[in-house]
């Protein structure tokens, strides 16, 4: 990674303290930037956005792996208006589109953004990546699996830190579903990983 953009990384982290963004911290930023270099999705969901961290961070992957969309969802007016600068000046514009509203309602425009792959019609999930309101994580799943292509990836973060205050029942349902395979790490909030079969 180049030290220019380490060195942005740092100063969102200070930001972060400033402006009271609940980014998902280094540790957990670095495990996402090795989940798409090694998962190397060609089109990514994110539902909150902050100011932008979580979404450098993988959109870093994406430029190493030289292809790669995020289109990402945040509903707060400021932390919006940060994240797009932060995203400007990582130089990542051309990777991360952003979506000004509220999840599970703006995720049908968010899917407009994307630009199908040459020979499809529709456009399909290969990664998604769940970081805003726990209480609304199930409707963020039940409007975000239907999109997701077989083999696709789900990434839930807070289920450590949230698993007893609101994600239990989530959680408990997500690991009894047939249709996914079902993961746990232990870094940072905690991170699920739910694979599509
Ligand atoms: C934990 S922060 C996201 C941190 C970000 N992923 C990062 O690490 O840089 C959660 C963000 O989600 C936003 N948010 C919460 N519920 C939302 C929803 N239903 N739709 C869109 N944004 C939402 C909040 O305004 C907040 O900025």
Redesign the pocket.
Known sequence: MQKKLTALLRKIEKQNEEEL????GPKTGRMLYYLVRIWRPKLLL??????????IWMATAMEENDFGQIVT????TR?FGLAEKNIAKAGLSHRIRQVK???PEVIEEAMALFKPEKGKSSVGLDMAFF???KQ?TQSFFDAVFPLMNKGGLIIVDNVKSHRFKSMLEFIDGIHKDPRLEVVEIDVGAGLLLALKK
Do not use: C, M, P, Q
């Not at 969802?73 to 707060?76: D, G, L, Q, V």
């Open positions: 963004a609940w980014i998902v994110e539902i909150g956005t902050s100011i932008g961290y979580s979404a969802i945040e509903s707060h932390r509203g509220h999840a970081d805003a309101t609304e």
